[in-house]
Antibody
């Protein structure tokens, strides 16, 4: 059974960089069928797609965040990561790492990790 | 961006009821529409993909229909575990977007 697990600091200071890692177990991140994405959800609000990566390193970002986002992959560790720079309170959210199928649906989700941006 | 609008935003229903949630896209998205269920404190769960395909392990009381701009999620007979928030998501454009959610509550 595929599992995804987010890890990283739960508290980040404003203007600094939010960094999260997603570890994939029970399957290979190097599959040519799937993409690996990040989605966030501010407390009490809806879902926002941040961006994603293919095992080859090709990346896709939400234009609204593109200037601040970097997603990378480490196939040797079966991990992918998210960096979001210059954070503000508006970036406070539960961050999910997910697997995306070719049809664009998100079929496996990590449990999510809350990152709070403090001033 | 493709805007996704769900209706209603909230809904009260009873166990055994048939419930329908609607999702409308701001432009045609063919059948690139997916539905998720989210319970408090949990990650969303994929229910339906490609408008009408039931994800493995999802009960058959869930069904999806529609194409182009108008889509529906139907729960044929509500069970206690179905009270949750439901989201639609378009995957026609690489800028994936979600509806605002429909909260299904117990009447």
């Amino acid at each position: 059974q595929l599992q995804l697990q987010e890890s990283g600091p739960g508290l980040v200071k404003a203007s600094e960089t939010l960094s999260l890692i997603c570890t994939v177990s029970g399957g290979s991140i190097s599959s040519d069928t799937y993409y690996w994405d990040w989605i966030r959800q501010p407390p009490g609000k809806g879902l926002e797609w941040i961006g994603g990566i293919y095992y080859s390193g090709s990346t896709y970002y939400n234009p609204s965040l593109k200037s601040r986002v970097t997603i990378s992959v480490d196939t040797s560790k079966n991990q992918f990561s998210l960096n979001l720079s210059s954070v503000t309170a508006a970036d406070t959210a539960v961050h999910y790492c997910v697997r995306r199928g070719a049809n664009g649906h998100f079929d496996y989700w990590g449990q999510g990790t809350l990152v709070i941006v403090s001033s | 961006d493709i805007q996704m609008t769900q209706s209603p935003s909230s809904l009260s229903a009873s166990v055994g009821d048939r419930v329908t949630i609607t999702c409308r896209a701001s432009q045609s998205i063919s059948s690139y529409l997916n539905w998720y269920q989210q319970k408090p404190g949990k990650a969303p769960r994929l229910l339906i993909y490609a408008a009408s395909s039931l994800q493995s392990g999802v009960p058959s009381r869930f069904s999806g229909s529609g194409s182009r701009t108008d889509f529906t999620l139907t729960i044929s007979s509500l069970q206690p575990e179905d009270f949750a928030t439901y989201y639609c998501q378009q995957s026609y454009s690489i800028l994936y977007t979600f509806g605002q959610g429909t909260k299904l509550e117990i009447k």
